[in-house]
């Protein structure tokens, strides 16, 4: 077989981004053929037309058919090289030898899979920076080889460390064909990349990290998209790995909207400290408006309580209460710490900044705690119709 890359794009309403991958892409100084196939899931900007001029293999799917694992799975199949790189479509390559390096990485280091390091593009928020800094730090400044001896090894490795261990990211990753075509991407919603490099890994394979190389990659997302992302990053990854950070089943539905309600407040008082009276109302008012799309009004009527608290409850243990007190004032206190950390990491000024990076933290910290609570019910089998209909709005369209 020639030498040469299969790079393969997911789609839909690149914009500009797109456009400059496309060129990075172009300018690689990779002596091998190049075969771009990007998957297009019904753009209306000219992202399938701009990919087409630039010679990619263009394949058209309806929106609604767009799968994490069964599209790249078949995308796959286009593919010519047994070499193939799975790239987003907002990440850019930093170098010209970004695609030469991976192959040289992934022929020097004889594994299953690459994947690299990521940077802020030039516009990043403060929030977005803080958040690629944030994945960056997790990981580690050196490249690091991942392998598994068991699955019983696995399931004892501390949380954290297990996490690192498969953290494969399909942001951007060179793969060898063979093995993709022998062990497809799982048939899971999201992180088919963690998926994917637990069952590699303990077949007996490896995976690379190689933070040497970089893609830009980083988002200016709204606080409700940043809420639902951190639902899903703790829901998915917990159903792979098959256990959660914290055990969260002693919260209900009615604790964590009650909770959500006691952070938000939090919230608000906290922005009070740094603007004056007149600043922090209006500033006050804004947060309300932003972060109704975060499940806190609907869930305080008085008919949805009332759902909530049937009649004939038993009391709750002290003890309980005490650990649903624990959880809020943990989501404060990180609340807290990590607005220090970018105000002073960053040195952020800007009223504006400041009041995203407060809004974004409470969508993260809360994001978080409704994944965790889901999940934690998921793996003891004990979901019950009221979770599974209040949770399943914030588990699609990531």
């Given amino acids: 077989m020639d030498k040469g ?115 802020p593009h030039d516009d990043a928020s403060i929030y977005a920076r803080f958040e690629v800094d944030s994945i960056n730090i997790s990981r580690g400044p050196d490249p690091k080889l991942c392998s598994l001896d068991s699955l019983e090894a696995f399931h004892k490795m501390p949380y954290e460390k297990a996490c690192r261990t498969i953290g494969l990211d399909n942001v951007c990753a060179i793969y060898r064909k063979e093995l993709l075509e022998k062990t497809p991407f799982p048939d899971v919603e999201y992180a088919e990349d963690m998926a ?40 998915w990854p917990a159903k792979i790995m098959g256990r959660v950070k914290v055990d969260h089943s002693f919260l209900s539905i009615k604790d964590i909207t009650v909770l959500s309600l006691g952070v938000l407040f939090f919230a608000e008082d906290f922005k009070s400290r740094f603007f004056t009276e007149e600043a922090a109302g209006k500033k006050i008012k804004i947060l309300s408006e932003e972060t109704q799309k975060i499940p806190k009004p609907e869930c305080l009527t008085e008919s949805v309580m009332s759902l909530l608290t049937p009649s004939g409850e038993k009391s709750i243990s002290l003890d309980v209460e005490l650990q649903k007190a624990g959880v809020e004032r943990q989501a404060c206190q990180e609340i807290t710490d990590s607005f220090d950390l970018i105000r002073n990491k960053y040195n952020v000024i800007l009223k504006d900044s400041l009041i995203d990076v407060i809004d974004q933290l409470v969508a993260k910290v809360l994001g978080r705690i409704y994944g965790e609570v889901f999940a934690s019910y998921i793996l003891k089998d004990d979901i019950s119709p009221e979770l599974d209909d209040f949770m399943r709005p914030y588990l699609h369209g990531i």
């Avoid at 196939?37 to 753009?43: A, L």
């Avoid at 070499?83 to 991976?102: C, H, M, N, R, Y």
């Avoid at 069952?199 to 809420?227: A, C, D, T």
């Fill in 5 to 119: 890359i299969s790079i393969i794009i997911p789609a839909y309403n690149g914009g500009s981004i797109f456009l400059d991958l496309l060129e990075k892409i172009k300018e690689q100084d990779y002596a091998g053929d190049i075969q771009l196939i990007v998957v297009d899931s019904g753009s209306v900007d000219g992202t399938a037309e701009f990919a087409e001029k630039a010679g990619a293999i263009v394949k058209r799917i309806d929106k609604n058919t767009f799968h994490h694992a069964r599209t790249r799975n078949y995308a796959l199949h286009l593919a010519k090289y047994d070499k193939v790189v799975f790239i987003v479509q907002d990440a850019v390559p930093f170098s010209e030898t970004w695609l030469s390096g991976l192959e040289k990485s992934l022929a020097a280091t004889e594994t299953a899979a690459v994947y690299t390091s990521q940077i």
């Fill in 196 to 235: 994917w490099a637990l069952k590699i890994m303990l077949s007996g394979y490896s995976i690379f990290y190689q933070p040497n190389i970089k893609v830009k990659h980083s988002h200016n997302r709204p606080p409700e998209y940043g809420f639902q992302r951190q639902v899903v990053n703790s829901v």
